[in-house]
């Protein structure tokens, strides 16, 4: 073999073996991140519960504290969190428990929450976000509405463009 020929079998064996151990990396990485997820069936009740029921959302967050940022997934990607569940029912208190407990606010719980200020800075910094749907396709303008009612809140969206409180794009 001459050298030229060394070279190149050499490189390409090297990597090679880079590209293989890349892929064990990330499988182990992966079996790494998914070590115990919780199960679905009480991640689903979690969600259905926060639409309603504080006792039992405490019942829950107690004995599962990472609870608080599941999702169920109802099906053709409507995606709901707990908090997104207290949001679009307007209810304030199974929201502020759920914050205080380290749940992830998103722009349609400030909506509900009535915090116009934030709604609207966020809003100003990405326009397009005023389109975007929450879970089961309830917008802006029905979280602005439903919880701590922002009238200031409800005229900006409806002065900028949104008149739909729901817009089904889910096939349920």
């Given at each position: 073999?001459?050298?030229?020929?060394?070279?190149?079998?050499?490189?390409l064996?090297?990597?090679?073996?880079?590209?293989?151990?890349?892929?064990?990396a990330?499988?182990?990485?992966t079996?790494?991140?998914?070590?115990n997820?919780l199960?679905?069936?009480k991640?689903?009740?979690?969600?259905?519960?926060?639409?309603?029921?504080?006792?039992?959302?405490k019942?829950?967050v107690?004995?599962?504290?990472?609870i608080?940022?599941s999702?169920?997934?109802?099906?053709?990607?409507?995606?709901?969190?707990a908090?997104?569940?207290?949001?679009?029912v307007?209810?304030?208190?199974?929201?502020?428990?759920?914050?205080?407990?380290?749940?992830r606010?998103d722009?349609?719980?400030?909506?509900m929450?009535?915090?116009t200020?934030?709604?609207?800075t966020y809003?100003?910094?990405?326009?397009?976000?005023?389109?975007?749907?929450g879970p089961?396709?309830f917008t802006?303008l029905?979280?602005?509405?439903?919880?701590?009612?922002?009238?200031?809140?409800?005229?900006?969206?409806?002065?900028n463009?949104?008149?739909?409180?729901?817009?089904?794009?889910?096939k349920?």
């Open positions: 073999m001459n050298r030229r020929k060394f070279v190149e079998k050499s490189m064996f090297g990597c090679s073996i880079a590209v293989l151990s890349s892929c064990k990330k499988n182990s990485l079996a790494e991140f998914v070590k997820p199960d679905i069936e991640t689903r009740d979690f969600v259905y519960y926060a639409h309603s029921d504080l006792a039992l959302v019942k829950f107690n004995e599962f504290p990472h608080v940022n999702t169920v997934d109802w099906g053709d990607g409507d995606f709901e969190s908090l997104g569940a207290a949001s679009h307007g209810n304030i208190d199974i929201a502020n428990f759920l914050i205080e407990s380290g749940a606010a722009i349609f719980t400030l909506a929450l009535g915090l200020d934030n709604v609207i809003l100003k910094k990405f326009p397009a976000t005023i389109n975007s749907i089961h396709g802006l029905h979280h602005s509405e439903i919880g701590v009612k922002s009238e200031g809140l409800s005229n900006y969206l409806i002065n463009g949104l008149t739909d409180k729901f817009i089904k794009t889910f349920k």
